[in-house]
């Protein structure tokens, strides 16, 4: 059976000399995994189509139960944000936490249409990057039915504006009041800019879902709170999140003898 989907390449691994196996992210059959013979072999554009975050028009078709790509061209490549080592580490960590987090057998049209503007936000440069990872976490993460509960308190019910403390471990908020009796201990305390921008990404329709702004320094704590709540859902070690974060580290100084 032979089958023409557009998908984002959001895993590679080499077989042996020759073949390939990718994972692609799908809009109607979400995560696809997809066998090619002698791709090592294969080059120009049909061998850039099929690479880590190339989004490309595929022929695929099934025999038995395995798939395979039978051609491949290109749609979007994302150049210039191959080009930039720490926009290029984030992306892949976005792809890591897509082959966590979309559910296997489901549609993946929502996760794909946010993984590729994402993309093109690092690509073109729009938005600064804590941003950009704050809104791919929580909203793929309410898309993979881990959405926290930011409308009120969860001991006493109210709806605090300012004050707040969010609780990565249970996905709740405290309002000032019952934070010290209720709240467990990895809990944060979160401005009030922040907790509007994380209503924001969890509530928005998706048309105005990048548009906000924050300081820089507020991007900062978003981007903790927003990393402190994943890291407590998907429990695993993520190693493009911890190279990521090596690569935003200043080098080390060497120490003169
Ligand atoms: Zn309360």
Redesign the pocket.
């Known amino acids: 059976m032979q089958l023409t989907v557009d998908a984002l390449v959001v895993r590679v691994r080499n077989m042996d000399e020759l073949d390939r196996l990718v994972v692609l992210l799908t809009a109607d059959r979400g995560l696809v995994t997809a066998y090619m013979k002698g791709a090592r072999r294969t080059k120009g554009a049909s061998a850039s189509a099929t690479e880590l975050l190339s989004y490309s028009h595929f022929v695929l078709f099934q025999n038995r139960d395995r798939t395979f790509v039978d051609r491949a061209e290109p749609n979007r490549l994302f150049f210039a944000l191959r080009q930039d080592m720490e926009a290029l580490s984030l992306a892949t960590y976005f792809c890591q936490l897509l082959t966590e987090l979309v559910p296997e057998g489901e549609p993946g049209d929502g996760p794909l249409r946010l993984a590729l503007n994402c993309l093109h936000c690092l690509d073109k440069k729009q938005l600064e990057r804590p941003q950009i990872k704050a809104i791919f976490e929580l909203r793929l993460l309410t898309m993979a039915g881990y959405m926290p509960d930011l409308v009120a ?6 709806a ?1 504006e300012e004050g707040v403390w969010f609780d990565p471990g249970q996905g709740v908020i ?2 000032p ?2 934070h010290d009796d ?1 709240a467990g201990p990895g809990a944060i305390p979160v401005s009030a800019g922040v907790f509007t921008a994380m209503r924001h990404i969890l509530y928005s329709d998706f048309e105005k879902l990048f548009a906000f702004r924050l300081s820089p320094q507020s991007l900062e704590e978003l981007q903790r709170v927003s990393e402190a709540y994943l890291l407590a859902r998907v429990e695993r070690v993520l190693p493009a999140l911890d190279f990521y974060k090596t690569i935003l580290q200043p080098p080390a100084k060497k120490e003169t003898p």
Do not use: Q
Request: with cysteine.
């Open positions: 308190c969860a001991r006493c019910g109210c605090p405290y309002c009041g019952c209720a």
